[in-house]
Each structure stands twice: as C-alpha cells, then as structure tokens.
C-alpha cells in the first residue's frame, strides 16, 4: 500500500498576536540551534521569543534592555550546553530570573551534564531534553500552559494542525500523539491519520488490525480516503481476510464521496476482474476519467490502455500524450514506456537519445524492463556509445529484479 499524502495544508493554522513571553538565555556558540527551536515555537505554539541576537554588549543602556526583556517574560528557558554553562552572561540572566521569581526551565541542546553552580541550582528540576520527540511534545504543551494560550474553544481542528504539521516534517511520534488528542473529540480527519500511521509503521509499531479500527472509526463519518484505505486493505488481506468483493463494496462507497484514487480503484477491479467480471471498456472509462482529474496512476493506465487498444482504440499518439503526463509526474511505468515509444517509433518520431533519457529516470525508480531496455541501447549503440560492459551490467541488474528475457542477452558471445 502507498501512504496517502496528507490532503490538508496547515496554512490554516489559527494565528493569534504573539507577545515576547519567552526569553531564552543561550550561548552565543549555540545560535543557530537556538534560532530553530525560537521558529518552531512561533510557529507551532505560536509564542514569540526574546533573545539576543547581536551579542552581549557593554553599557548600562544594554544591560537595562536585557533586564526590561527578563522582566517582561513570563517564562526563562535557559539553553544548557558546554559554552552557555562557561558564560558569566548567562549566569546573570538566570540568577536575575530566579531572583524575581520568573519560571526558569533548562533545556538540553548538547547532551552536556549541569554542572557547578548551574548544577546546584537546577539539579533537581526537571529539564528538557530538545532532542526527545516526547520531551518536544510535553515541552510545547507546559509552555502553551503557562503561558495561559490554551483557549476554551481550542479543540480538535488545533491539535490536529500541529500533528499535521509534525506528520509532513516526517517528525511521527510528536504527530501521532497530536492526531490522538484531536481523535478524543471524534475528528475523521485524525482518525484516517493514525490509521496511516498504524498502516506505515509511522510514529507506532505497524499494526493493520488498529489501523482497519482507526479508518472504520473515520470512515463512518463518510471519510472517503479512510473508506478508500479500508477497501486497500480487503484487497491485499492485510489484518482482514483478503476479500476482493468487499474491496470493490468500500471502493465505491468511498468514490460516491468523491474520492479519486478509489474511483481509480474500481476501474482496477474491472480491468484485473476483482470482485467484479471483467469490463475493459469500463475500466478505460474510470481511468481516463481520473486521469483527467490529474491522478497521475490512471494517466500511465489510460496511456497503457491507447498503447494496447484494451477496452479504446489503439492510439499511440494519445498513448504518448498520456505517459509524457505521467511521467512527468514520477510514476516509472510511465517513464519505461515513454521511452518503449521513443525507441520503437510509436506515437512519435523514432527517438533514440530520448528513449536513453526515459530509460534512465525509470530506473532510478528500479524499474527493471527499463534496465533492460538501456542495456541494448548500450549492446547495439543506440542513443549512448556502444558499451559492452555497461550493457552487461543493465542486464544483470535486469535478471536480478526478475526481468527473465536480459538472460537472452547474457548468454552472447559478446556479453561473456
């Protein structure tokens, strides 16, 4: 199964004023680690940091601004590393935050122990380690807490944006955590997102049973990609017993929804015959349907379809329109067949230097026709210079992703 990309952007996040609650006592050594975790807590707690950024200057006039900025803060985080703990500057920041009673929270950057009088100040307080996705999260939640910016009406739509947020940076234990505080409030969106995470491996240990509980959850709710994940799941058996009919039955529940890729789906039970006889007429109409729509899968099925004349008229111009899409778009039977085109003359003018280009972006995929297909290029000089050892090793690379016909090739004189 392909992870679904998440379909929501969090251009949506709720904005608020920010005020300088936070000020952040560091070493000028630490700056750049500093300026990342001052971003993200803008950004994702949406709490805005005082810190120094042109260096410690000397002067009353400086030290009462430094002074001013303590005094405004609600909260001290003090960045714990062998050079901040080396700076009498920040010594005094902190001991001047203390004295007036501010909260002041350690934070881990280098794995450096506390140690003299940092040590016997903060010894037995609890710190934050910046490196632990679980401390990050926890870290997030107190400051938003202290800091009173945890509104009555904050609710599912909110923590679902912060795990959406963590999901796209591939940061998952911190998303699956946010997912389930929005899925306490029976939110479809978080509910299809922990079912991903269970599906992939994704934060969570991989467990398709969860995961088919989790789009159930979403998908009573007309969820159409939870519904469309569900009918994956028949199909491949994967915590259900595999069942192509009740593939297809969640494939269309999910397409009446308005789900694309399950559209898509249903043609590929009539062209394959899953739960359903087989209807190449039918299955053409759903691709190129899709395949309209912008699903780059259905363009290279569509194309596929035009090449071979299954279920339309053979076209190879219409074939070649197709795949220069989908190819375009990354999908490799795409490329390999852009390039069987290109070499072969159909649909467009026999082209041997372009069929070495779409041969190549296949198999940077791994796509193992297209080794094949470059391994002659390189045996009869077709596009590229004749290279009997490169053609050796396309074919051999061929044979070993079970591409049986390069063994032809291998067994010439000119390959031995």
Partial sequence: ??????????????????????????????????????????????IDSWIDLKGIESGEQFVNVIIKAIERAKVVLFMISKSSMQSEYTKKEVMYAKNIGKKVVPVILDHSSLSGWFLFEFGTIDYVDIHNPMHRQKFHDNLRSWLGLIDDDEGPVDFFDVGLHYYLKQDYPVAFDWFTKAAKFDYAEAQYHIGLCYTHGLGVDKDYQEAMNWYLKAARQNHSEAQNSIGLLYKHGMGVVQDDEKALEWYRKAADNGCLEAQYNIGKCYYYGRGVDVDLNKAAELFEKTATEGLDKAQSSIAYCYLTG???????????????????????GAQYHLGFCYYHGLGVAQDFIQAVYWFTQAISNNHAAAEMYLGRCYYYGQGVKKDLAKAKVC??????????????????????
């Fill in 1 to 46: 199964m392909q992870i679904v990309p998440a379909r929501k952007d969090i251009n949506g996040l709720n904005k608020r004023h920010m005020t300088e609650d936070i000020f952040i006592s560091y070493s000028r050594h630490d700056l750049q680690q500093v300026i990342a975790i001052r971003d993200e807590l803008k950004e994702m707690s949406r």
């Fill in 310 to 332: 299954e279920g339309v008229i053979q076209d190879y111009t219409k074939a070649v329109q197709w795949y220069e899409k989908a190819a375009n778009r990354g999908i490799p």
């Fill in 395 to 416: 074919f051999r690379k061929a044979v070993k992703q079970g591409y049986e016909e390069a063994r032809v090739f291998l067994g010439t004189d000119s390959c031995n």
